[in-house]
Structure formats: C-alpha cells, structure tokens
C-alpha cells in the first residue's frame, strides 16, 4: 500500500500550485481521462476538498494547467519574437525552445487529448493572437518600405506553425520517417530548421 503524503496547511496560492504541478505531471503520463481527484490530492500532500475548492471538477482542473502552459509559453514567445531581429537562425532558435517545451511537458499531447475528447482552447487560455502581433510588428520593421504583408497572411503563418509544432511534438519521427526520410533528415530538429527557412522566405518575400 502507497504511503500517503502528509498533508501541511499551505497558503492557498501555494497549494493552487502544487495541485497544478502535480497534475500537469501526471497528464503528460495519463492523458485527461487518467486524472483522478484524489490521486492528485494525495501527490500534492493537500486533501480532496482543497482540490474542489480551487478547480470544482476534474475538467476544470485540467483546462487550469493547459492554461497556465499556454500562457507561459505564448508570453516566452512575445518576449522572444520582440527581442529577435527576425533572421533566420533567431526564428529556428524560437520554434526549437517553442518544440522543448511542448515535448518535454507533454503539452503536445495533453492538448490533441483535449482536442479529441472536445475541448476548445479558448482565447482567454491562449493569447495566440498576441505572438501574432508581435511577429507582424516584426515583420512590418524588417520590410524597409517594401509594401506592407496583411497581418492575416502573418496569422496564418503562424497558426501553420503552430500546428506543424504540436504535430510533430506527437507524432513527427514516425511520419518523417514514413515520408521516405532517413538519417538526420528524419530529425526533427531538422525539420524545423527547414521550417524556419521556409517561413523566412515567406515572411521575407
């Protein structure tokens, strides 16, 4: 029989974030439908009730954690794309920590999860259209009075990264390698470093 943790009064900002940190772990191992209240509680060294108190549900508690992520990650971004001169070797710096965080985390995964069990990331869980700003912002200063690209065409560029990120997060090596590649063109560093050049020449052309 596991041994419980003991349980410690906490402050409740403190005790917010543990339950979140535990809970975020155990996604990435289990996915949304593997999470259970009380196994979170007992990680957390905290009881059931506080659980309820802070998130109310099981669903509640996971769309917290997804939202904390994206929040950090889309906040890293903005701060990244304003602080890059917009070559090359900055963009494949960004999509390489943008593709550590989602791999390492599970995020990737826990939101195809979400996704399939139907939920929708909301705009006030993820602020995309924020790094979107910020990367048209930098493309418009990069231009050196060409004509000015429409920042739907930027939008759109960046919701295809966005997906070929958490794509290729989850299932990237099987379908490069599927694709014929072989070698370190079955890398996927490698291809992101492909994406970076293809998305430069887009947003350069």
């Known amino acids: 029989m596991r041994k419980k943790k003991p349980r410690r009064r906490l402050d409740a900002d403190v005790a917010r974030e543990m339950i979140l940190d535990v809970t975020e772990k155990r996604l990435a191992a289990v996915g949304p439908?593997?999470?259970?209240?009380?196994?979170?509680?007992?990680?957390?060294?905290v009881s059931h009730p506080t659980v309820l108190h802070?998130?109310?549900?099981?669903?509640?508690?996971?769309?917290?954690?997804?939202?904390?992520?994206?929040?950090?990650?889309?906040?890293?971004?903005?701060?990244?794309?304003?602080?890059?001169?917009?070559?090359?070797?900055?963009?494949?710096?960004?999509?390489?920590?943008?593709?550590?965080a989602l791999e390492s985390s599970g995020h990737a995964r826990v939101?195809?999860?979400?996704?399939?069990?139907?939920?929708?990331?909301?705009?006030a869980e993820a602020h995309l259209a924020d790094v979107v700003d910020a990367a048209h912002a930098l493309r418009v200063s990069r231009r050196s009075g060409k004509s000015i690209p429409s920042r739907d065409d930027t939008a759109r560029a960046i919701v295809l990264t966005t997906l070929a990120l958490l794509s290729s997060a989850v299932i990237g090596p099987p379908i490069l390698e599927n694709a014929g590649l072989v070698g370190r063109a079955c890398d996927p560093k490698t291809f992101r470093a492909w994406l970076a050049k293809v998305l430069i020449a887009h947003l350069d052309a």
Do not use: P, Y
């Open 33 to 45: 439908s593997g999470i259970r209240l009380q196994e979170v509680a007992r990680e957390a060294g």
């Open 54 to 100: 802070h998130f109310g549900s099981r669903d509640e508690l996971v769309k917290a954690v997804i939202a904390r992520s994206l929040e950090t990650i889309n906040a890293s971004l903005v701060e990244a794309i304003r602080a890059s001169s917009g070559d090359e070797a900055a963009l494949e710096a960004v999509l390489e920590n943008v593709a550590i």
């Open 111 to 123: 939101m195809m999860w979400l996704a399939l069990e139907g939920h929708r990331i909301e705009q």
